[in-house]
């Protein structure tokens, strides 16, 4: 069964719902001038809890052809946990996809792989698609401990799931030394990584879900070097930060297959 590759842009925190509206329209406008195929590429905009609303309104108004999801969730399904947002608020905007365990939420909000694959578990139970992020700090990486390092958040994140469900799941490998700065990992080094998660994944869970399991790579991904990481054979898509605020620039890279 073929992979639909998944390039998805992560706003972080970016962009009032104001301005969402303005970069999902011209995104659109953009990819309809490029002929963009959705058949050959999915393209994903993941965006601040305020902007989810009015995104979800003109893609599903319009008709574009884009799907939308947040960047993170509460484990908890409600109750007191005040400045929280949960997987049934998420699912009732019709959101595709939520990212969970991004570096960024590891750092700055101690997120362990525990609680990450706590999270991956209430996302499918509310209908929607993880993406489970995993990467190593620079430090592992001169170690040249990266592989097993990912390995085992990945192993920790997947626990809660059943095989069927890390089929359907996108991991999205993203080496942190990678993250804003510029310096991307090479077609080899993502190649490295991700192909070993799928040989993760195909031991612990079966040929099956690692035949079907998309695996991003993230990391200074643009227009210009797309092409060579989606080329490597386990790579099935990017998750993309900073290139995907600017619509020309997200649209070369949704449509990387026109120069593959
Ligand atoms: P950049 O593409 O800005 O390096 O960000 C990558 C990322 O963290 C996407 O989640």
Redesign the pocket.
Known sequence: MARTPLLAG?W?MNLNHVEATGLVQQLAWTLKDFRYDKTKSEAAVIVPFTDLRSVQSIIEGDDLPLTWGAQDVSVHESGAYTGEISAGMLAKLNCSYV?VG???RREYHGETDALIGEKAKVVFAAGMTPII?CGEVLEIRKAGTHVAHVLSQVAECLAPLTAEQVGAAVI?Y?PVW????GEVATPEDAQEVCGAIRGYVAQAFGAQAAESVRIQY????KSTNVVEIMAQPDVDGA??????LVADEFAKIVMYYVGA
């Open positions: 992560n972080k990212v991004h570096s960024e992020c999205a993203e990678a993250i804003g700065t993230g990391g200074s991904v998750l993309v930060g900073g290139a995907s």
